[in-house]
């Protein structure tokens, strides 16, 4: 084998062990991760509880997320510029959808339980592709 073909050879197989080597820190580093999906532990992205809901019993879903968690309220912008897409997370009451991020206002905080937001991963995770900017997602005392 010539000296050219023997360096070619080393070449290629350095590059091969490269690619796998990337490919098994990727893989690594993936399989490692944590999800969120039911934790959102990060700042202010947990779960509002009974107990708070409680505190502002008398008001809507709206405002109580408002006042209690009001990063679940902003404003993700556009998520495609090919697609009108929802640039506001939808909500969904015990597992069904209920209506675009405008009906918060419609429901009453002393039928909640519990309200959370959950990201486009997470969203993906328990109700399937579609919804780009998230879902506030109820549980209702009934």
Known sequence: MSVV????????????VAAVSAMCLTASACAHHEPTSGLNTRAGLGAITSKEL??????????????????F????????????SPNQPEVFIDGMYY??????RQIPV???KEIRFLDVGDATIRYGTGHPSGIIDMTSLH
């Open 5 to 16: 073909g023997s360096r070619t050879r080393r070449a290629l197989t350095c590059a091969t």
């Open 110 to 112: 002393h039928e909640l």
């Open 54 to 71: 409680r505190t502002v019993d008398d008001r809507d879903a709206y405002t109580a997320i408002a006042l209690l968690r009001p990063n």
């Open 73 to 84: 309220l902003t404003n993700r912008g556009q998520t495609s510029f090919l697609l009108d």
């Open 99 to 104: 209506g675009p991020f405008d009906s918060l």
